[in-house]
Protein backbone atom coordinates (compact mmCIF):
# COMPACT_ATOMS: atom_id res chain seq x y z
CA UNK A 1 0.00 0.00 0.00
CA UNK A 2 1.68 3.47 -0.67
CA UNK A 3 -0.34 6.95 -0.05
CA UNK A 4 1.17 10.21 -1.70
CA UNK A 5 0.67 13.20 -0.55
CA UNK A 6 1.56 16.24 -3.16
CA UNK A 7 0.08 19.69 -3.46
CA UNK A 8 2.14 21.68 -0.51
CA UNK A 9 4.26 24.73 -1.24
CA UNK A 10 4.56 28.47 0.63
CA UNK A 11 1.31 30.65 0.14
CA UNK A 12 0.35 33.41 2.14
CA UNK A 13 -1.94 34.21 4.51
CA UNK A 14 -5.44 34.03 2.57
CA UNK A 15 -4.46 32.20 -0.07
CA UNK A 16 -5.94 28.66 -1.03
CA UNK A 17 -4.35 25.07 -1.67
CA UNK A 18 -5.40 22.11 -2.96
CA UNK A 19 -3.39 19.04 -1.48
CA UNK A 20 -3.75 15.38 -3.16
CA UNK A 21 -3.24 12.08 -1.81
CA UNK A 22 -2.87 9.23 -4.31
CA UNK A 23 -3.56 5.95 -3.20
CA UNK A 24 -2.15 2.62 -4.61
CA UNK A 25 -1.98 -1.11 -3.26
CA UNK A 26 -5.04 -1.13 -1.88
CA UNK A 27 -9.26 -1.25 -2.45
CA UNK A 28 -9.36 2.49 -2.29
CA UNK A 29 -13.48 2.83 -2.26
CA UNK A 30 -12.68 0.58 1.12
CA UNK A 31 -11.06 2.85 2.76
CA UNK A 32 -11.66 5.65 5.27
CA UNK A 33 -9.04 8.79 4.24
CA UNK A 34 -8.22 11.08 6.77
CA UNK A 35 -5.94 13.83 6.73
CA UNK A 36 -3.51 15.21 9.48
CA UNK A 37 -1.14 17.94 10.29
CA UNK A 38 1.87 18.14 12.28
CA UNK A 39 3.64 21.39 13.24
CA UNK A 40 7.10 21.41 14.64
CA UNK A 41 7.30 20.27 18.42
CA UNK A 42 3.51 19.70 17.79
CA UNK A 43 1.84 16.61 18.02
CA UNK A 44 0.08 15.29 14.97
CA UNK A 45 -3.59 16.98 14.43
CA UNK A 46 -6.45 15.53 13.12
CA UNK A 47 -7.60 17.60 10.01
CA UNK A 48 -10.51 15.94 8.65
CA UNK A 49 -11.69 12.77 7.10
CA UNK A 50 -14.27 10.95 4.60
CA UNK A 51 -15.51 7.96 5.13
CA UNK A 52 -15.08 5.02 2.44
CA UNK A 53 -18.49 5.38 0.55
CA UNK A 54 -18.03 9.71 0.44
CA UNK A 55 -21.24 10.00 2.01
CA UNK A 56 -19.76 12.25 5.62
CA UNK A 57 -17.23 14.24 6.55
CA UNK A 58 -15.49 15.62 9.29
CA UNK A 59 -13.68 18.50 10.30
CA UNK A 60 -11.69 19.84 12.92
CA UNK A 61 -13.08 22.66 14.50
CA UNK A 62 -9.78 24.65 13.59
CA UNK A 63 -10.62 24.30 9.79
CA UNK A 64 -13.75 23.75 9.50
CA UNK A 65 -15.78 26.08 7.11
CA UNK A 66 -12.51 26.62 5.63
CA UNK A 67 -11.09 23.24 4.15
CA UNK A 68 -13.00 20.57 2.40
CA UNK A 69 -12.07 16.86 1.78
CA UNK A 70 -13.20 14.99 -1.18
CA UNK A 71 -12.29 12.00 -2.94
CA UNK A 72 -12.37 10.46 -6.60
CA UNK A 73 -12.94 7.06 -6.49
CA UNK A 74 -11.83 7.04 -9.96
CA UNK A 75 -8.19 7.68 -9.64
CA UNK A 76 -8.03 6.86 -6.02
CA UNK A 77 -7.20 10.14 -4.66
CA UNK A 78 -8.58 12.35 -1.88
CA UNK A 79 -7.95 15.81 -2.22
CA UNK A 80 -7.68 18.62 0.60
CA UNK A 81 -8.82 22.08 -0.42
CA UNK A 82 -7.47 24.66 1.64
CA UNK A 83 -9.12 27.82 2.03
CA UNK A 84 -8.22 31.40 3.62
CA UNK A 85 -4.93 29.79 4.81
CA UNK A 86 -3.72 31.04 8.10
CA UNK A 87 -0.28 31.38 9.46
CA UNK A 88 -1.33 28.54 12.87
CA UNK A 89 -2.21 26.37 9.53
CA UNK A 90 1.72 25.43 8.33
CA UNK A 91 2.67 22.12 9.13
CA UNK A 92 3.36 18.71 7.28
CA UNK A 93 0.34 17.55 6.26
CA UNK A 94 -0.32 13.69 5.93
CA UNK A 95 -3.48 11.35 4.59
CA UNK A 96 -3.73 8.19 6.47
CA UNK A 97 -6.28 4.97 5.54
CA UNK A 98 -8.11 2.69 7.08
CA UNK A 99 -10.39 0.19 6.24
CA UNK A 100 -14.41 0.43 6.30
CA UNK A 101 -14.18 2.87 9.70
CA UNK A 102 -16.23 5.79 10.86
CA UNK A 103 -15.42 5.76 14.27
CA UNK A 104 -12.77 7.52 16.70
CA UNK A 105 -11.37 8.88 13.13
CA UNK A 106 -9.66 11.78 15.04
CA UNK A 107 -7.03 9.85 16.70
CA UNK A 108 -3.89 8.51 14.39
CA UNK A 109 -3.59 5.42 16.19
CA UNK A 110 -7.23 4.51 13.82
CA UNK A 111 -5.37 4.54 10.75
CA UNK A 112 -3.30 1.35 9.32
CA UNK A 113 -1.23 3.57 6.53
CA UNK A 114 0.29 6.59 6.06
CA UNK A 115 1.69 8.75 3.47
CA UNK A 116 4.99 11.01 3.94
CA UNK A 117 3.72 14.05 4.35
CA UNK A 118 3.55 17.59 2.45
CA UNK A 119 4.53 20.48 3.67
CA UNK A 120 2.83 23.51 3.63
CA UNK A 121 4.28 26.85 4.74
CA UNK A 122 2.32 29.69 5.32
CA UNK A 123 3.23 33.54 5.37
CA UNK A 124 1.45 36.46 6.96
Known amino acids: VQLVESGGRSVQAGDSLRLSCAASGLTFSWYTMGWFRQAPGKEREFVGAVIWTGTSTYYSDSVKGRFTISRDSAKNTVYLQMDTLKPEDMAVYYC??????????????????WGQGTQVTVSS
Open 96 to 113: AAVQRTNTQLAMPRTYTY
